[in-house]
Each structure stands twice: as structure tokens, then as C-alpha cells.
């Protein structure tokens, strides 16, 4: 495998220079003297410093929030679908600057980078078209004598916090829907990437959101400042994106206050390739699912189940295509495989593999931590991965696939059930029949049917068991920023 090294060059330290550094609060920007390190995951330097909230600085957000929030809520729906079509049109035209700062703080290739753009600013457009289409109802009692009368209102000021995987993405897909349903928020981006979110914050604020609307805090101490958040009964709501574990902790404090919650959490993808598959589309479609991000995504495929009778030839075609995916720092072009993270996210995936190998597995791809700066793991794969391994009931976030065979349509589908997580599960057969069989069985809340990436603005993407509570995008993802109201009348 070759690995370049490169200097993210001039192009990338000027997307980072233009990024605003401060909290985004009130519609303003308020630097602090406290400061949050970005680092580029490519070579473990610096790139810059951000502010780093207090408890103090979450709760001024929130006060503004609560303060916009009645306004907002009365403006037409016309006009707040307005600035989203103008905040669409904006990323789309600023793509290259903003793929650019992705790449440089969270390492994905820039291919992939400007793709995140598009799919992030297709949130804002999807939300815009729903933003004029809230309706409600109108009907008689059953016993006669009233009517009822069901209208749909904003839930109200909404924290939202995101993870580092699709620093863009995770934000336009909640702030998309909030501000199309007139709820002002506070976003939380992660610490490890939240120049994104703060260029975001600045498009939206040229975009014509209201002084408010939209805040933004960046902190190194995530709990000590949204604790007071969520336990002040000014928030109603709770978007988060991230680990079940964390998601669990948010949940028992939103109890307090009986907070409404929308929880996408991890997930544990089985791939699952029938020996009637068109191997093309079953080897392509894994890679998509595998390596998209590089393996950094709660979709990411996570136990590859291929039949007895094709894994010899599925297996040497996909190995086959992921030793041909270069490695290398997001910026250079052609790179598939950039970094990871960071460092732990390098240790967790090298403990993976060895406990697989304890266990019996085979490494045919990879494997080994390569020398020189960065959090590098090269492509990986592994055959003869037993049930029991690590990388199986984890997710393994990282450019490792694990391959184990099956016999029977009902033994893999136990299989692949057989996971707290429930999140998304891929499925490969020419077979219809069996493919919407399989689907139905499939204990997740999205299949990908002979295709490796399910992601789609305009579909409900969530999860079922541990993988979370709520769907975002699609014609239901606003109704989690939305509360009915009934009105009965007397007639
Ligand atoms: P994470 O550690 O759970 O962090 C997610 C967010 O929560 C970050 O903003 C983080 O801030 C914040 N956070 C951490 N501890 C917190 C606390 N005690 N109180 C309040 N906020 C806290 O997850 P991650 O490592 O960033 O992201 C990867 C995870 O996200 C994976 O499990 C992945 O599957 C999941 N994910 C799910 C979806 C989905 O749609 N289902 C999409 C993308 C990612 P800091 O950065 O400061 O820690």
C-alpha cells in the first residue's frame, strides 16, 4: 500500500483562516480566552484554536434561543423557508472552501469531503419545501357535537449535538429541520471538529437567520456545559448523534425534565452477499459500505456475511479492490483511505484486529500500523472472523472488514440479529423474493437492497433497538420539531 505525505497547502490554510473562531451566540461572536485545539488528523498538528465554552457560555445560548424562539416561531413559514433556500444555494456556491476545512479537521478524503457538502446543503433544501407543507386536521367527534380541530406547533428551543464523523452533514440534517418547523436551537458540534459548524453558523447568519435562531458553543467539557442545558426547562428538546453510550447518558438527563429526544446512535451493519448475487454489484456495494468515510460511519458495513458457495471469489475480488485504494491525507487526490481520527481510533482498530486473529481469523489485506505521522490504519481484511470476535459486536470505525461465511438464509439472518444495535443492515441477491423477505426480517431501521449507502435527505434514516429513538430527513423528519396541538370546539 503507498502512502503520500503531504503539506494541506495553501488552499486548505485558507479555508481555516476564514473560519470564525468565537462562539456564535445572540446572532454575534464572542471570542474567549480559554481555547479548544483543532488538530488535522493527517499529521497530529495543530490548525488552529477555537473558544471553549463555559456552562455560563451554554446557557447565554440558550437564553437567546429562548429569546428568538416566540418570533420565529410566527414567522411565516414562507420566509423561514426562504433563508434555508438561501443557506442551500450558499454551501453549494462556498463547497470547495468548506470541503476543504472537513477535510483539514476531520481527514476524509476531499472527494468525499465535497460530497458531505452537497449532502449536507441537501438538507437545507429538502427542509425548505417542507417548511410550507405542515398541515393539520379538522374532523368531527365521533359522538357528534364537537369538532376537533389539530394543528402542529414548533417543540421549541432544541440543543442539538453532533459527532465528528459528518461534521457538516449532522448539522444541516438537525438544523434543517428545526428551523423549517420554527424552533430556534443550540448546536453542539464535536470537539474535534467544530470549524464546520462554525462556517456553517456564518453562512446561515448571511443566509438571514434572525439574531438567535441559531447559536452555536464549542467546548472541550461537553458535559459540564450541556448538563445545565438540558436540565433548564427553557429547552425542549434534545437532537443528539453520536454513541450509544453517550446517548444513554443524555437520555437518563432528559428525564428530568421529561425532554422530548431524537437519539441516531451506533451501529453494528451486517452485509449479508447470497451466492444468487451479481458479484459485481455485491463486491462494489461493500466497499461503498465499508469504506465510505473511512469505515467512520454508523452505516459502515461491520460484519460481512457472504454464502458458502461465493465467499472464495467474493473475497478475492473485494480484497482485490480495497488493495488498490491509495492511502494518504485527505488533500492529496485520489486518496481513499485518509486518516482516522485520531490516535485512540487507531489503537481500538489494531486491538480489534488482533483479538479476530487471536480468535482465529485470517488477515488477507493489511493489518499492520504503518510508520510515520498521522492516525493511519491502512485497508484491512480478514476472513474466517468467528461470532465471538470484538470487531463483531463493536463498531469498528476504521478501514477494516471482517468476512465470515453462512449456509442458510435463516442462520445468517439470526446472525445478523443477533446485536443490540439496529441501526442499518445490507443485503446482496438477485433473488426479489428473497431480498424483500430478508428485508422485512431484518431487525434494523434501513436495508440497503443491492446497494452499499442508504443515506438520502429525502428518506427517514434511523435506527431501531439501541441505535436510536426517531427518524431525521424524509416527509416525517420534521415531525420531530413539531408538537400537535388539539383544540376541541364546542359547536
Ligand atoms: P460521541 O463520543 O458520543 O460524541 C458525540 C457528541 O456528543 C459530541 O459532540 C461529543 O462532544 C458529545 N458528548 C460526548 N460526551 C458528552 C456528554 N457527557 N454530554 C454531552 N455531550 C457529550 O460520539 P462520536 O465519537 O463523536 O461519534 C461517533 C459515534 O456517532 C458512533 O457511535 C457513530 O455510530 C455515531 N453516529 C451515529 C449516526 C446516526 O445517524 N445514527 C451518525 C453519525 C455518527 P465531544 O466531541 O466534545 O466529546
Redesign the pocket.
Known amino acids: 500500500m503507498t502512502r503520500t505525505v503531504a503539506d494541506p497547502g495553501p488552499a486548505a490554510r485558507a479555508a481555516i483562516e476564514s473560519v470564525p473562531t468565537g462562539l456564535f451566540i445572540g446572532g454575534k461572536w464572542r471570542e474567549t480566552d480559554a481555547r479548544l485545539t483543532v488538530a488535522d488528523p493527517a499529521t497530529g498538528e495543530a490548525l488552529c484554536t477555537v473558544s471553549d465554552a463555559t456552562a455560563e457560555d451554554g446557557l447565554d445560548a440558550l437564553a437567546a434561543a429562548a429569546q428568538a424562539q416566540s418570533e420565529w416561531a410566527a414567522t411565516p413559514p414562507r420566509a423561514r423557508s426562504e433563508i434555508l433556500v438561501r443557506a442551500h444555494r450558499a454551501l453549494l456556491d462556498d463547497a470547495e472552501r468548506l470541503a476543504l476545512v472537513a477535510t483539514s479537521e476531520m481527514g476524509k478524503p476531499l472527494a468525499e469531503a465535497r460530497g458531505e457538502i452537497a449532502y449536507a446543503a441537501e438538507f437545507f433544501r429538502w427542509f425548505a419545501e417542507e417548511a410550507v407543507r405542515l398541515d393539520g386536521g379538522y374532523m368531527p367527534a365521533p359522538a357528534g357535537g364537537s369538532r376537533f380541530l389539530v394543528t402542529r406547533q414548533p417543540v421549541g428551543p432544541s440543543l442539538l449535538?453532533?459527532?465528528?464523523?459528518?461534521p457538516m452533514a449532522?448539522a444541516t440534517r438537525k438544523i434543517g429541520p428545526a428551523l423549517a418547523a420554527g424552533c430556534t436551537c443550540v448546536v453542539?458540534?464535536?470537539?474535534?471538529t467544530p470549524l464546520c459548524t462554525l462556517a456553517l453558523a456564518e453562512i446561515l447568519r448571511t443566509a438571514g437567520v434572525p439574531d438567535g435562531v441559531v447559536n452555536v458553543v464549542t467546548?472541550?467539557d461537553?458535559?459540564a456545559v450541556?448538563?445545565p442545558m438540558i436540565a433548564d426547562p427553557r429547552s425542549r428538546k434534545l437532537s443528539?448523534?453520536?454513541?450509544?453510550?453517550?446517548?444513554k447518558?443524555?437520555l437518563e438527563q432528559c428525564a428530568t425534565t421529561v425532554m422530548r429526544t431524537s437519539m441516531?446512535?451506533?451501529?453494528n451493519a451486517p452485509l449479508i452477499v447470497f451466492d444468487d448475487a451479481d458479484l459485481d454489484t455485491a463486491v462494489e456495494g461493500a466497499l461503498a459500505a465499508k469504506m465510505r468515510n473511512i469505515g467512520q460511519?454508523?452505516t459502515a458495513a461491520n460484519r460481512i456475511y457472504v454464502q458458502r458457495g461465493i465467499a472464495a471469489e467474493f473475497t478475492r475480488r473485494f480484497t482485490e479492490r480495497m488493495a488498490a485504494l491509495p492511502m494518504g491525507p485527505g488533500t492529496t487526490d485520489g486518496v481513499v483511505v485518509g486518516p482516522l481520527i485520531d490516535e485512540a481510533a487507531v489503537a481500538k482498530v489494531t486491538d480489534l484486529v488482533a483479538d479476530a486473529r487471536r480468535r482465529g481469523a485470517t488477515v488477507r489485506l493489511g493489518g499492520e500500523v504503518s510508520d510515520g505521522p498521522g492516525n493511519f490504519y491502512p485497508a484491512t481484511v480478514l476472513t474466517g472472523v468467528p461470532e465471538d470476535a470484538a470487531m463483531f459486536a463493536t463498531?469498528i470505525?476504521g478501514p477494516v472488514a471482517g468476512i465470515a461465511e453462512f449456509d442458510t438464509e435463516e442462520e445468517v439472518v439470526a446472525r445478523a440479529n443477533n446485536t443490540p444495535y439496529g441501526?442499518v443492515s445490507y443485503l446482496f441477491t438477485e433473488n426479489l423474493r428473497r431480498g424483500l423477505r430478508v428485508a422485512e426480517a431484518l431487525d434494523t431501521g434501513m436495508v440497503g437492497l443491492n446497494q452499499g449507502v442508504v443515506s438520502n435527505p429525502a428518506a427517514p434514516?434511523?435506527?431501531v433497538k439501541e441505535?436510536?429513538l426517531g427518524r431525521?430527513g424524509g416527509l416525517t423528519g420534521i415531525d420531530e420539531f413539531l408538537e400537535a396541538k388539539y383544540i376541541g370546539v364546542a359547536l
Open positions: 449535538i453532533t459527532p465528528w464523523n459528518f449532522m453542539k458540534p464535536a470537539e474535534q467546548t472541550s461537553p458535559g450541556t448538563g443528539f448523534t453520536g454513541s450509544t453510550a453517550v446517548g447518558l443524555l441516531e446512535l451506533g451501529g460511519a454508523c463498531e470505525f441501526l434514516f434511523g435506527g441505535s436510536g431525521e
